[in-house]
């Protein structure tokens, strides 16, 4: 059993394996965050480190700016990103939206989706909507470093670095030296303003060797960006708006979108173009310090961009108050070293699923870094970059989210999708962007597993705050996921049941839609999130639903052969045929992101474990597939496998020294697979509904000490 103990603190925390008496102290938070500072010597392009505020992130190279962007390109990019800056080019072409849409017949009857048609004129039309809108990359603030003889200087004049990430105060303190001279830098992020400051000591700096230039690209509207696109620039505008005694005010805009970057320096300089779409910042002859912030803003504000000294404490405050809520993990004494190496990503991905999604759009696979997929958040992905803060005692985090689906905007496009095809409620979009629309793809129109997610969130909410307040919060956008989950499923007469399919595409994307039916793990997660719906009515004094009824009384069972589940029950060859053996192995997250509902039995899914575990093309894999893992191995007793599963030695399973989830090299971070393993983690601890066993997914051999998380359904 777990224990539950009152401290002199707004926690309530909740511990692992230590006895009574052991448990009495809490974790030593500070010690335990700080243990897993990022601490770099190199100038590796996979090493960038970010501060941030959850809805902006700025990313820095050794220098502790984004001095040297090209270098960084291939690597993990110097992004300057927000929620809210996006831009869309002129629609000149007078493309509609229709022209992506096609019919499908199914079940008898044709659906329109809207995918990448190929047919000339359409084709261009696809690609148009599926790159517009996308995020833009608001500005690089760098150095512009000069050597002796007057040449600027280059990555590999930069010498004797040591550069430092400080997770507990949200700082990174950057070393380094040009030509024998030091230059010390700390950067830090603003937590309410979507502003980064910096401090920068050097004698560099009185010489005229070493300046701050903020310079603006022109976004790419490919499938990334990564904030090194400087062609066309007689296509945007830049210029000074204002400028008084240590301020000013710049503004950039493309086409329509006009935003502004407020500048704000404590020391004696001037501000003054350089280079197109360039301004540089030149110190004082006698300054051997410089501190400088730059706010970005879609309007212009009166106030000045909060200066250094207020931004650093700000981010001080905020990061400790951050860590000391919510959760905890300590693995400290623990002689596997694997727990060690378990440990850090788990404190790093904390820092980078707040910094990084943690705002009221929700987040891209990539952050707040660099586009990919043109920068559209996923919302199939929502689940793995949001539900782990409800279970490590976050949930406001999760909820300031979730405010997305309560727009007006973004359900009309919702509705919208489901009354085109037939169906009834809100279809949740898979590709879209933060105003809610549709983009063409003939993979997300397809997929269905992100229209329960938001059940599963709001029940997480409720979990946290189980009172009328919250089911009246939630109770609306609830019911009308239900209805449309109701609606979608088949009836197949001369079976009596009810059918997913087709036209789907399961999780594991591999399958061809029309004629893909009744895929394992959304069967489990549309029976579970339809008795989830009939508990929200339950709750608040309602009878249940008769049309969600219907369908949970005759859905469609498990599809099973030779004692293992299937991928589906259209794939009959889901281990015979080499690609299904590839992607995501989402069969296993039917119990495992999903809790036992009756419809799986734990002997069939320990055989369909054994038999993934064995003979899967891991290879061919994505980094929140080994939390998945590592949740069904939790769930059928078998805590060394889950731990095996979360250090599994693959390539899209590398944690890099900032914690980032690589997966290869047009995708070097995925925080998908940081929020996965949150999740996974608080259920190998805290445990589900109805464990009865400590530290589930823990070995026995560990020694593993946690507080204020919370047990998965």
């Given at each position: 059993m777990q224990y539950f103990t009152k401290v002199l603190s707004p926690l309530l925390l909740t511990f692992g394996s230590f006895s009574l008496a052991a448990q009495s102290?809490?974790?030593?938070?500070?010690?335990?965050?700080?243990?897993?500072?990022?601490?770099?010597?190199?100038?590796?392009?996979?090493?960038?480190?970010?501060?941030?505020?959850?809805?902006?992130?700025?990313?820095?190279?050794v220098t502790g700016l984004q001095t040297f962007p090209a270098y960084y390109e291939k690597g993990v990019p110097l992004g300057t990103e927000s929620e809210w800056g996006w831009h869309s080019f002129p629609n000149t072409k007078g493309y509609k939206f229709d022209q992506s849409l096609r019919d499908y017949p199914l079940n008898g009857r044709k659906v329109s989706y809207s995918v990448q048609v190929k047919t000339p004129g359409d084709q261009e039309a696809v690609e148009y909507f599926r790159a517009n809108p996308h995020r833009l990359q608001l500005g690089n603030?760098?150095?512009?470093?000069?050597?002796?003889?007057?040449?600027?200087?280059?990555?590999?004049?930069?010498?004797n670095i040591q550069q430092e990430l400080n997770p507990w105060t949200g700082e990174i303190k950057s070393h380094f030296t040009v030509e024998n001279v030091p230059v010390e830098v700390?950067?830090?992020g603003h937590q309410q303003q979507d502003a980064v400051a910096v401090r920068i000591e050097s004698a560099l700096l009185k010489t005229g060797r070493l300046k701050v230039a903020l310079r603006f690209p022109f976004p790419t509207a490919a499938w990334a960006d990564m904030g090194t696109n400087y062609a066309h620039s007689d296509q945007h505008k830049s210029a000074i708006a204002a400028q008084q005694k240590g301020t000013a005010l710049v503004l950039h805009q493309l086409d329509t979108t006009k935003y502004?970057?407020?500048?704000?320096?404590?020391?004696?300089?001037?501000?003054?173009?350089?280079?197109?779409?360039?301004?540089?910042?030149?110190?004082?002859?006698?300054?051997?310090?410089?501190e400088v912030s730059?706010?970005?803003?879609?309007?212009?504000?009166?106030?000045?961009?909060?200066?250094?000294?207020?931004?650093?404490?700000?981010?001080?405050?905020?990061?400790?108050?951050?860590?000391?809520?919510?959760?905890?993990?300590?693995?400290?004494?623990?002689?596997?070293?694997?727990?060690?190496?378990l440990e850090r990503r788990i404190v790093l991905s904390q820092y980078l699923t707040k910094l990084q999604g943690a705002g009221s759009v929700p987040p891209q696979e990539t952050g707040l870094v660099f586009n990919s997929w043109y920068g559209r958040p996923h919302m199939e992905m929502i689940w793995w970059h949001s539900a782990h803060f409800a279970l490590w005692g976050r949930s406001a985090l999760l909820e300031k989210t979730l405010t997305w689906y309560a727009r007006p905007d973004v359900q009309a496009v919702a509705r919208g999708i489901a009354q085109r095809q037939g169906y009834e409620?809100?279809?949740?979009?898979?590709?879209?962007?933060?105003?809610?629309?549709?983009?063409?793809?003939?993979?997300?129109?397809?997929?269905?597993?992100?229209?329960?997610?938001?059940?599963?969130?709001?029940?997480?909410?409720?979990?946290?705050?189980?009172?009328?307040?919250?089911l009246k919060l939630y109770q609306d956008r609830v019911s009308a996921t239900a209805d449309f989950m109701a609606s979608f499923p088949f009836f197949e007469q001369g079976k009596d049941r009810y059918i997913l399919g087709k036209g789907v595409i399961p999780a594991q994307e591999r399958f061809k839609p029309e004629e893909t039916f009744n895929p394992t793990f959304e069967l489990v997660y549309w029976n579970w999130a339809l008795n989830t719906a009939q508990q929200w009515r339950v709750r608040q004094g309602l009878a249940r639903n008769a049309k969600w009824e219907a369908v949970l009384q005759k859905l469609a069972k498990l599809p099973q052969a030779d004692g293992v589940y299937l991928a589906a029950e259209s794939a009959p060859d889901s281990y015979t045929n080499p690609e299904f053996k590839t992607d995501h192995p989402s069969v296993l997250a039917a119990l495992g992101m999903m809790p036992a509902t009756g419809q799986q039995d734990a002997a069939t899914m320990r055989r369909t474990f054994d038999l993934i575990w064995k003979d899967w093309s891991w290879d061919k894999t994505w980094g929140w597939d080994f939390p998945m893992t590592a949740m069904t191995a939790t769930r059928l007793g078998l805590p060394d496998k889950a731990v095996d599963a979360l250090l599994m030695k693959v390539r899209t399973n590398t944690y890099l020294p900032s914690g980032h989830n690589y997966q290869e090299g047009r995708?070097?971070?995925?925080?998908?697979?940081?929020?996965?393993?949150?999740?996974?983690v608080a259920l190998m601890c805290a445990g589900y509904d109805g464990c009865k066993e400590a530290n589930p997914g823990i070995p026995k051999s560990w020694k593993v000490k946690w507080e204020g998380l919370n047990k998965m359904p």
């Open positions: 102290t809490p974790i030593d938070r500070k010690a335990l965050v700080e243990r897993h500072k990022v601490v770099l010597t190199s100038t590796d392009t996979l090493s960038s480190l970010s501060v941030g505020n959850g809805a902006f992130a700025f990313t820095v190279d603030l760098g150095f512009v470093i000069l050597k002796k003889n007057g040449q600027a200087a280059g990555i590999k004049d930069i010498r700390v950067t830090v502004y970057a407020a500048l704000n320096w404590q020391q004696t300089a001037t501000l003054a173009a350089g280079r197109a779409h360039e301004f540089v910042l030149t110190p004082g002859k006698t300054e051997q310090v410089l730059c706010r970005f803003s879609p309007r212009p504000r009166s106030a000045a961009a909060p200066a250094f000294a207020a931004t650093r404490q700000n981010s001080q405050q905020q990061w400790q108050a951050f860590w000391k809520s919510g959760g905890a993990v300590d693995f400290g004494g623990t002689t596997d070293p694997r727990a060690t190496e409620g809100l279809r949740w979009q898979k590709m879209t962007d933060p105003w809610g629309q549709e983009g063409p793809s003939s993979v997300g129109a397809f997929l269905i597993w992100q229209e329960p997610h938001f059940i599963y969130m709001a029940e997480e909410c409720y979990r946290a705050h189980p009172d009328a307040a919250t995708l070097p971070i995925y925080l998908p697979g940081n929020g996965g393993l949150l999740t996974a």
